[in-house]
């Protein structure tokens, strides 16, 4: 074999090992961000869980039935008989403005309203969960039994929003105009 074809295939080897060596590292960064972007992706949904849901992933968002509310231009009338010790969140579109409120009825019998908002924290709009026989503030955590709800904030701090409601054959009545004195909490 000449010199000069020797010197080639020296150098093809080399080329060869380098490629080799190349695919390695390449196949090895491959590995190393697929691991990360799955990390990245657990650590985030967990931050969002942990956020958005108060850690709790099964967390039950009950929804009123739509077709069993009345809307007029001035009031919202919602059956009495649909309202039951299940918190029942309904929402009011103000001019693109969701305005969110809930209604369930307290271990003493009566139908009790209030914002899904808090005094406080209406900030965070996160609003409030059924815990037991209590409603729960999802951004501070505190609770408070259903049966004392629907009364306005006599002591200052967290508190569900008051909003009056009347009771008028078998029906909640609420003021259009009760919910938009709150749109406030939710723009």
């Known amino acids: 074999m000449s010199k000069r ?24 960064t491959k590995k190393i961000m697929a691991i990360s972007t799955v990390f990245i992706i657990v650590i985030g949904l967990g931050i969002y ?7 709790n992933i099964d967390v039950k968002d009950v929804e009123s039935d739509p077709k069993s509310i009345i809307q007029t231009a001035t009031q919202i009338k919602i059956p009495t008989n649909g309202i039951n010790g299940d918190v029942s969140f309904y929402s009011y ?9 809930f209604a369930v009825r307290g271990s003493d019998g ?14 965070a709009k996160k609003g409030y969960i059924q815990d037991g026989n209590e409603m729960r503030c999802i951004n501070c955590g505190l609770k ?5 709800l629907g009364t306005t904030n006599l002591e200052g701090g967290c508190w569900p929003s008051y909003l009056p409601k009347t009771i008028e054959d078998d029906l909640v009545v609420i003021n259009i105009d009760d919910l938009e004195a709150k749109r406030f909490m939710f723009a």
């Open 93 to 101: 579109d103000s001019n693109g403005v969701e305005i969110k409120y």
């Open 5 to 28: 074809k020797k010197l080639r295939s020296i150098e093809l080897e080399k080329v060869e090992k380098r490629k080799k060596v190349f695919e390695q590292k390449r196949n090895k």
């Open 49 to 55: 869980f942990m956020m958005y849901s108060d850690g």
């Open 110 to 123: 009566e139908v009790r309203v209030a914002m899904d908002a808090c005094d406080v924290c209406y900030h």
């Open 144 to 148: 408070y039994s259903i049966s004392g």
